[in-house]
């Protein structure tokens, strides 16, 4: 089963708006968020982190926000750039184990 | 500093041929992980390691095997390649439980 979910395949944006990704869970045993970026022939990177015990996380351009209650969390980039155009992974992990689950992904394009 | 080193870069099999995939780090990471992607599948984990000389069985473990002799390396065998094998595989280091990951930049396998 598939416990974090980017109903999202593809997302496009202007240069300069903002971007919003999306991302639910299942497992309410999850208590660590990241986002991963993804370019072509090339391995994940690690984007931006929360924990659960906090709403929002700021990173420069880029924003996480958690809604523990919806099990639902976000990634918000403002303002977009042609070079974030990538695909982005949702993944969670949970205290019980030792591993960590990750979402289809969802492609974003920035359109300059 | 080379971070996650995955060989090889790509690799063509014939149904029932045998190969091994090898990750090496090089941050002292405790945890390893070996992920398949496919198209709108996102991630899957096919097996992990929380330490040298052990290893656990992940969400997508069948037609897998997987050793970690050595902290540094985790070794990815397939025994008799089928065509549903043909994915990207990713190779991913942690230092901590969760954290975020430092992945391999893949291996393209096709089994014919």
């Known amino acids: 089963d598939q416990q974090v979910k980017q109903n999202s395949p593809s997302l496009s944006v202007q240069e300069g708006r903002i971007s919003i990704l999306n991302c639910d869970y299942t497992n309410s045993m999850f208590d660590y968020f990241l986002w991963y970026k993804k370019y072509p022939a090339e391995g994940p990177t690690f984007l931006i982190s929360i924990s659960s015990i906090k709403d929002k996380n700021e990173d420069g351009r880029f924003t996480v926000f958690l809604n523990k209650s919806a099990k639902h969390l976000s990634l918000h980039i403002v303002p977009s750039q042609p070079g974030d155009s990538a695909v982005y992974f949702c993944?969670?992990?949970?205290?019980?184990?030792?591993?960590?689950?990750f979402g289809a992904g969802t492609r974003l394009t920035v359109k300059p | 500093n080379a971070g996650v080193t995955q060989t090889p870069k790509f690799r063509v099999l014939k149904t029932g041929q045998s190969m091994t995939l090898l990750c090496a780090q090089d941050?002292?990471?405790?945890?390893m992980y070996w992920y398949r992607q496919d198209p709108g599948m996102g991630l899957r984990l096919i097996h992990y390691s929380v330490g040298e000389g052990t290893t656990a069985k992940g969400e997508v473990p069948d037609g897998y095997n997987v050793s970690r002799l050595k902290k540094q390396n985790f070794l990815l065998g397939l025994e008799s390649a089928a065509p549903s094998q043909t994915s990207v595989y990713f190779c991913a280091s942690s230092g901590q439980r969760g954290y975020g990951y430092t992945f391999g930049s893949g291996t393209r396998l096709t089994v014919v």
């Open positions: 941050m002292n990471h405790e945890y």
């Open positions: 993944a969670a992990s949970g205290w019980n184990n030792n591993d960590m689950r």
